[in-house]
């Protein structure tokens, strides 16, 4: 096992502005190019053969954005977040124009976290440094799997050793950095998950994204599945992955603070806090979403999925926006419960009440509490326990009744 380097020192861990608790503000910018098509992925990304126009994207990002700045007004960044597609295919210059665009529009504090996805088998030093001069100061790499069977398998383009050569650039060059890891793979044994996360976690990285594989429609993986050419593990198999992960985790210092993200204290991810604490963010580029406040109400906003389309949609209107749904109190209500109870911190039950004009029902709020399902934080936060995680869409769907 090799002994890897203490994180990049140019960027001090207590130079990072303290997290609040409040939900804040984010910036997400979405890159849907792709070097190729993972055959589990159902997210917007598009292979091109041909060289992707940056420049004629960026003028396009930056167009978008002042659509989005006159729709959220002035506010101030708690985040930025550069996702895919693979972001790590973008010149550095495009990055650097695009995170100066953010700080024309909107106010961007100093300290503030700047993420970028990064697939190992298009990691370069060269880029890497690049990035980290445009000002991104943490990394997030799709590693995915450390076996090459395994990543053959999930049509990953990278070996174990360009993931570990990966690991060891973004260390060396990022103050803080996480990396994805896919369990419950087809025939994978607990005892082969626990030697795979132990090593993961021996790699010294402060966040860690730890996904069960879901078989998603319109998927490569969906029709074989369907055909019978793909089994992955049942329920029981997938509890007992799932209560393996969270006990390793935790025993690393490592624990969960979202179902399937893990960190070391403070070294959460400032961005995907925004979205689980129900704040506010702007999504700017093909296939964006966005959650915007307007005076009381919040504007879901998402834009155009076909990444030329978009491009063209932009050039000749300003933005590729193609709806602004009004969410209504009750909507809000939902999401702030759906994504809350994601938290190991959980709802703020306050905040909830004021959407909902209601409280929870008693009887089906004492019943997930009898069956140990959820547990109050005093009279303020409610959230779910380890058992209630495995069956959280269940026990949001009761809540929300």
Request: hydrophobic content about 40%; some cysteine; overall charge negative.
């Amino acid at each position: 096992m090799e002994n890897f380097p203490p994180l990049a020192s140019g960027f001090l861990p207590d130079a990072l502005l303290p997290d609040t608790g409040e939900p804040g503000f984010g910036v997400y910018v979405h890159w849907p190019f792709c070097a190729a098509k993972c055959p589990y992925c159902d997210f917007n990304s598009h292979v091109r053969h041909q060289p992707v126009d940056q420049p004629r994207f960026t003028a396009a990002f930056l167009k978008e954005m002042e659509a989005m700045r006159r729709m959220s007004g002035p506010k101030t960044v708690t985040s930025i977040f550069l996702g895919g597609g693979t972001p790590s295919l973008m010149d550095p210059t495009t990055v650097a124009a695009i995170l100066d665009g953010i700080a024309r529009h909107w106010h961007v504090p100093d300290g503030i976290e700047i993420t970028m996805e990064a697939n190992p088998s298009s990691v370069e030093a060269t880029r890497f440094r690049g990035y980290r001069q445009a000002g991104v100061n943490r990394v997030s790499l799709g590693v995915q799997a450390l076996n090459d069977a395994d990543l053959r398998f999930l049509g990953r383009l990278h070996d174990v050793a360009d993931a570990l050569k990966a690991i060891r650039l973004a260390r060396e060059i990022f103050p803080r950095m996480s990396f994805d890891l896919i369990y419950a793979r087809p025939n994978q044994t607990v005892e082969a998950w626990e030697t795979e996360l132990n090593e993961a976690i021996s790699y010294a990285v402060d966040h860690l994204s730890l996904y069960q594989l879901t078989i998603e429609e319109g998927t490569p993986f969906y029709g074989l599945q369907k055909a019978g050419k793909l089994v992955v593990p049942d329920g029981e198999q997938s509890a007992i992955l799932y209560e393996a992960t969270q006990e390793i985790t935790a025993r690393h210092g490592l624990p969960a603070y979202e179902v399937s993200n893990h960190a070391r204290p403070g070294a959460e991810s400032r961005h995907n806090l925004t979205y689980w604490r129900y704040g506010d963010y702007a999504g700017i580029g093909p296939g964006a979403h966005g959650r915007l406040t307007r005076g009381r109400n919040k504007i879901a906003t998402s834009t155009e999925r076909r990444p030329e389309t978009w491009l063209e949609q932009v050039e000749r209107t300003g933005h590729g926006m193609v709806e602004e749904e009004v969410l209504g109190f009750e909507e809000q209500a939902d999401e702030l419960l759906l994504m809350g109870l994601r938290l190991r911190e959980g709802v703020d039950l306050a905040r909830w009440q004021q959407l909902s004009g209601r409280d929870p029902d008693p009887v089906r709020e004492e019943r997930l509490l009898e069956h140990g399902f959820i547990e109050r934080l005093g009279n303020s936060r409610l959230r779910c326990t380890s058992s209630g995680m495995l069956i959280l869409d269940a026990v949001v769907a009761d809540l929300a009744c």
